[in-house]
């Protein structure tokens, strides 16, 4: 039984693939801007292994516990998380075995590392389970989604029990969104009654996957109901989300959404006195 309210505690998930332990800038961004809008009560990073690098050094100190996992392999004995013809959904899969877990555990705000706050979500937390719809991508078959990139939960909430029941059997490690944003789509419209709130696009996803250019390189304003926004490293990491080394890119590119975010932020660091780097750079 859920008790209702979301507490305002935020986990984080860092998942180290061997070979990759170095910190990029925008998992420093964050952490530091969901602690300095957000002002949780408390911020978890759990973690599999030993990150590395100038951003992780700052990170660590904005960061109140930290939970080491052991990586799951198994939904439930019949369906591993592994499959070896879709390595590169194997973290994404972990990922959220954890932090479904987590937050029917303790509850809580999870955030993706390649989000960005940018507002308050105070009156959220009012409600059992917040989750935000995502836009709709002409070039995806599926018309309704919601993403798994935000999720706010109270303590054993009633809609993430059942998402967490039905996840192995909808579960397909070929197919990362299949249970991950297809089903709590479903189970909102096949169930109802069960306390959701569902955001508009625009609250975590108002820019979409197949539109990164839109966050790092076009000329756009921020949306005005925005309240986080999520980056989609997987899709913009080589062409963008790499190369966001710090403060300076921001300030070279400020007629950008990412840039435009990042420097609003940056007078919250300054205000908290959290370290973002001699000229943000690394």
Same mark, same amino acid.
């Given at each position: ?10 986990? %984080? ?8 332990? +170095?910190? &990029?800038?925008? @998992?420093?961004?964050?952490? *530091? ?95 059992? %389970? ?8 002409? +070039?995806? &078959?599926?018309? @309704?989604?919601?993403?798994? *990139? ?133």
């Amino acid at each position: 039984m859920a008790n209702h309210r979301i507490p305002n505690l935020i986990h %984080f998930i860092c998942l180290i693939k061997p070979g990759n332990e +170095l910190v &990029p800038f925008l @998992h420093f961004a964050a952490v *530091a801007s969901a602690k300095s809008i957000l002002r949780p009560d408390k911020i978890i990073l759990h973690l599999n292994g030993d990150p590395e690098g100038p951003w992780w050094e700052r990170i660590r100190p904005l960061v109140d516990e930290i939970k080491l996992v052991a990586l799951p392999t198994h939904w439930r004995h019949d369906k591993p998380i592994y499959n070896p013809e879709k390595p590169h959904h194997y973290y994404s899969h972990m990922s959220d075995h954890i932090r479904l877990h987590a937050l029917a555990e303790i509850g809580g705000i999870y955030l993706d590392l390649d989000t960005i706050t940018i507002r308050p979500v105070e009156d959220l937390l009012q409600h059992e %389970f917040v989750i935000g719809r995502e836009t709709c991508s002409p +070039l995806d &078959p599926v018309r @309704h989604r919601l993403g798994s *990139a935000v999720l706010m939960s109270a303590p054993g909430s009633a809609f993430l029990l059942e998402w967490l029941q039905r996840y192995p059997e909808v579960y397909d490690s070929a197919d990362w969104a299949s249970a991950a944003t297809q089903l709590p789509a479903t189970i909102s419209q096949e169930q109802p009654h069960l306390p959701v709130n569902v955001v508009p696009e625009t609250a975590f996803f108002s820019v979409n996957w197949d539109d990164v250019a839109g966050i790092f390189e076009e000329t756009r304003s921020v949306d005005p109901e925005a309240r986080i926004l999520h980056l989609w490293q997987n899709m913009a990491w080589e062409k963008y989300f790499k190369r966001v080394t710090g403060m300076d890119w921001a300030r070279q590119n400020s007629h950008t959404v990412c840039a435009t975010l990042l420097l609003n932020a940056e007078s919250a660091w300054i205000r908290d006195g959290i370290d973002y780097g001699e000229h943000g750079e690394q």
